[in-house]
């Protein structure tokens, strides 16, 4: 093979290695993902309304079905979509993340430790102070938590170790819900107020470590390549 044939296999061959680098291996892996639907209901638990002021230690579990992941992310911010009011219980929040076995609608809602995971992180504490104006409430990861839904489905896990306190009256904070039956996207469980385990918050979970080249960048990439590999080329061909 010539010089400029094998500067061609070269440069081609460092194309196929870089673009493999830089490429997504599936935008899904990066994207934000919303489980549920918003528009379908609203709930105050369990950031208002104050039903868990009482007790001394307040829980609060969601579980949400694996089928709404289209594959591993990692979790790094949580989102929840604000219906109406302005006031939320105040207390400390410990946010827990896990992959759990517990199918949705089956999460034992007298033992909460038999829902958790073996990969259980703390993966946020929030002081709430009672405000929450803003259309979202984010929750952001100081653990961001690695999430494989082929490993089972994925816990959320709040724990109030002194329980909350309502400053919230009529102005309590609702936030978007699927109440009664959420079609097996999420359910919870709690150890206040009343029942309604079948319902749960809409949430979004997001993943912000895993940026996703644009595909101009890629486009402009192999443009480049290719115009060094021709360069190279013309470099090396023999004059007649």
């Given at each position: 093979?010539?010089?400029a044939?094998?500067?061609?296999?070269?440069?081609?061959?460092?194309?196929?290695v870089?673009?493999?680098?830089?490429?997504p291996?599936?935008?899904a892996y990066?994207d934000?993902?919303?489980?549920?639907k918003?528009?379908d209901?609203?709930n105050?638990?369990?950031?208002?309304?104050?039903?868990?002021?009482a007790a001394a230690a307040?829980?609060?579990?969601?579980?949400?079905?694996?089928?709404?992941?289209?594959?591993p992310?990692?979790?790094?911010e949580?989102?929840?979509?604000?219906?109406?009011?302005s006031?939320t219980?105040?207390?400390s929040?410990?946010?827990y993340l896990?992959?759990?076995?517990?199918?949705?609608?089956?999460?034992d809602?007298t033992?909460?430790d038999?829902n958790v995971?073996l990969?259980?992180?703390?993966?946020?504490?929030?002081?709430f102070t009672?405000s929450?104006?803003?259309?979202i409430l984010?929750?952001?990861?100081?653990?961001?938590?690695?999430?494989?839904p082929?490993?089972g489905?994925?816990?959320l896990?709040?724990v109030?170790p002194?329980?909350?306190?309502?400053?919230?009256?009529?102005?309590a904070?609702?936030?978007a819900?699927h109440?009664?039956n959420?079609?097996g996207?999420?359910?919870r469980a709690?150890?206040f107020?009343?029942?309604?385990?079948g319902?749960?918050?809409?949430?979004r979970?997001?993943d912000?470590?895993?940026?996703?080249?644009e595909?101009?960048t890629l486009?402009?990439?192999?443009?480049?390549l290719?115009a060094?590999?021709?360069?190279?080329?013309?470099?090396?061909?023999?004059?007649r």
């Open positions: 093979m010539s010089k044939g094998n500067y061609m296999t070269r440069i081609c061959r460092l194309a196929l870089v673009l493999t680098l830089v490429a291996a599936g935008r990066a934000p993902v919303v489980v549920g918003v528009g209901g609203y105050c638990f369990p950031f208002g309304c104050g039903q868990h002021q307040s829980r609060y579990q969601q579980v949400y079905n694996s089928a709404a992941f289209a594959g992310m990692l979790i790094d949580i989102q929840f979509f604000r219906s109406f009011g006031i219980n105040t207390g929040y410990f946010f896990s992959t759990t076995g517990k199918a949705v609608d089956r999460l809602t033992n909460f038999l995971g990969d259980r992180v703390l993966f946020s504490v929030v002081e009672g929450a104006s803003a259309p984010s929750i952001i990861g100081s653990n961001p938590f690695r999430y494989d082929r490993l489905n994925l816990l896990d709040i109030i002194g329980g909350a306190v309502s400053n919230s009256g009529e102005e904070v609702y936030f819900a109440n009664e959420a079609d996207v999420f359910s709690h150890n107020g009343t029942g309604f385990e319902y749960g918050l809409v949430t979970f997001v912000s470590a895993a940026p996703v080249p595909p101009a486009g402009l990439l192999g443009v480049g290719i060094v590999a021709a360069r190279l080329r013309r470099g090396q061909t023999p004059k």
